[in-house]
């Protein structure tokens, strides 16, 4: 049997401010979660999100250290239109996180996007663009 991916692990510096960045992305993990060392939001198909602070790491990995400047995970977010990726990439930028690049119209036929979490991890948007085959 080959192994499959069913878990995206992200490492945190502040478990509150990393699942607010994630709310807006229209996962729903509850703010009583803000302060846990652990949190889990299974996707439907089952594939599981997780994250850790940098502290519940070095609890079974002492030496582990965050590189400066290194995203610790990427993920992309498909959008329902061009559209959603232009106002989704705006209103987090507004709401403070630092975009990567711009909205644009990627040659392999999508709106393509990325922002940051508060992490440093590059997050896609996209969504097929009928204007560019």
Request: with cysteine; glycine share 10%.
């Amino acid at each position: 049997m080959a192994p499959k991916l069913n878990v995206i692990g992200i490492v945190v510096a502040d478990m509150g401010r990393s699942l607010a960045f994630y709310r807006r992305l229209g996962l729903d993990v509850p703010d009583s979660e803000n302060g846990s060392p652990h949190v889990e939001h299974v996707l439907p198909g089952g594939t599981k999100v997780t994250w850790d602070t940098e502290e519940t790491l070095r609890s079974f990995h002492p030496d582990w250290s965050a590189v400066p400047g290194a995203g610790r995970i990427g993920l992309a977010f498909e959008c329902d239109s061009p559209e959603e990726v232009d106002r989704l990439h705006d209103e987090l930028v507004k709401a403070g996180y630092d975009s990567e690049l711009a909205p644009w119209d990627a040659f392999w036929g999508q709106r393509y996007a990325v922002v940051h979490d508060p992490d440093g991890n590059g997050v896609d948007l996209y969504a097929l663009n009928p204007a560019r085959p």
